[in-house]
Antibody, heavy 116, light 113 residues
């Protein structure tokens, strides 16, 4: 059974950093692209970042470029999202998702609140 | 970026009715290479993560009931739910997975009349 379990969320002040993790199991992690998708409170879904299966290439939405870094450790079957210079508009639930050409499996999500 | 225009914003239905949700993309999602439309539909119930229902516009994900039907090609797509059940009350989103950045529609809230 495919499982994606996010962790690392919480309340953080504007301008500070936070690192999210996503532990994957039930599939060969190193064979798949992975992504982060977020959802602000009462809002819709928004793709944030993607990474190739080897980790050799990464992609970001414009609003997080230069502030967020997606990475992975295939030996640990874990995906990461390093978020720096956080802004209030980054407040959202962040979902880890497997990218098998389409986002087919999702974690339960982790809440990130950016507020002073 | 490809813009996804989803309608309606919300829909009130009774159990047993049929509903349709529409999604229009700002450019074609049809791949000339494999003739597949890179359009997916998701269901999200309150407090839960999104669940993949349909991909390639009309391919049902394993385990999804056959009352969920995806159709359309190019720029115009539809999700039809026949014989709506109480368990289908949720938010529905379309997603274009044709080109980066992948973009979602704004969502449709399906409510009980």
């Amino acid at each position: 059974e495919v499982q994606l379990v996010e962790s690392g969320g919480g309340l953080v002040q504007p301008g500070r950093s936070l690192k999210l993790s996503c532990a994957a199991s039930g599939f060969t992690f190193s064979n798949y692209y992975m992504a982060w998708v977020r959802q602000a409170p009462t809002k819709g879904l928004e793709w944030v970042a993607s990474i190739t299966n080897s980790g050799g290439s990464t992609y970001y939405r414009d609003s997080v470029k230069g502030r967020f870094t997606i990475s992975r450790d295939n030996a640990k079957s874990t995906l990461y999202l390093q978020m720096d210079s956080l802004r209030s508009e980054d407040t959202a639930t962040y979902y880890c998702t497997r990218d098998a050409t389409v986002f087919d499996y999702w974690g339960q999500g982790v809440m990130v609140t950016v507020s002073s | 970026d490809i813009v996804m225009t989803q309608s309606p914003f919300s829909l009130a239905v009774s159990e047993g009715e049929m509903v349709t949700i529409n999604c229009k993309s700002s450019q074609s999602l049809l791949s000339s290479g494999n003739q597949k439309n890179y359009l997916a539909w998701y269901q999200q119930k309150p407090g839960q993560s999104p669940k993949l229902l349909i991909y390639y516009a009309s391919t049902r994900q394993s385990g999804v009931p056959d009352r969920f039907i995806g159709s359309g090609s190019g720029t115009d797509f539809t999700l039809t739910i026949s014989d709506v059940q109480a368990e289908d009350l949720a938010d529905y989103y379309c997603l274009q997975h044709y080109s980066s950045p992948y973009t979602f529609g704004a969502g449709t809230k399906l409510e009980l009349k």
